[in-house]
Every structure is written in C-alpha cells, then in structure tokens.
C-alpha cells in the first residue's frame, strides 16, 4: 500500500510559476511512474506528465514546454513545476502511482486526494 499527499497549490496570479510535491509512503515507492494529473471545473481527470522509475518522463501536448516532473527518490518525493500558469491551469492537482508507463487514469493503483491551484488576477 502507497500513500500520496499532495502539497503546493493556492492561488496564483497569471504568468507565475508554481511547484507542487507529491510525497509517498514507503520504501518501494521510488519504484513506481508517478503520474500528475489535473481535473479542472466540470471536466475529467486527466494526465498531464508521468515519470518513471528510472526518471524516464512524458508529457501530454497542453503540459510540454511549460511544466516540469522530476523525483527525488531519496525524499520519496514527485515534483511538479509549472510556469507560465493561465487561467485554464486551475483546478484540481493529483498525483498518483503505478506499475504501468501509462496516460490513462485506471492504470494508476495509488491516488492522493489532490492540491487545488486556482490562477487568477
């Protein structure tokens, strides 16, 4: 059993820059892809970039060039840096663990209960 929390979000003002953690449980957690995924109002869950165990990453189109995913398995702990942030980045933030490279939610055994990041003036 792995457990994820989240931490970072609020609110931020458009253009700036925002890190959110993802800190898991135990010591098999750096085996995992750790994924972030982004729920905004009224829309489903959906991945913005995925990491692996051995570092390898992917991100989806609207996530490249403006947000970075990184681990550090010694603080068994998943970063997630965004710049640029607009106001259709707000939502709500999740991370989540699995045994799979995968951009589809229902491959993901562990979830978080998410960081809320709303941008706004």
Excluded: H
């Amino acid at each position: 059993q792995v457990q994820l929390v989240e931490s970072g979000g609020g609110l931020v003002q458009p253009g700036e820059s925002v890190t959110l953690s993802c800190v898991g449980s135990g010591s098999l957690f750096r085996l995992y892809t750790v994924g972030w995924f982004r729920q905004a109002p009224g829309q489903q869950r959906d991945l913005l970039a995925y990491i692996t165990a051995g570092g390898n990453t992917n991100y989806v189109d609207s996530a490249k060039g403006r947000f970075t995913i990184s681990r550090d398995n010694a603080k068994n702990t998943i970063y997630l840096q965004m710049n640029s942030l607009k106001s259709e980045d707000t939502g709500v933030y999740y991370c989540a663990a699995g045994t799979l490279w995968s951009v589809y939610g229902r491959d993901y055994d562990y979830w978080g209960r998410g960081t809320q990041v709303t941008v706004s003036p």
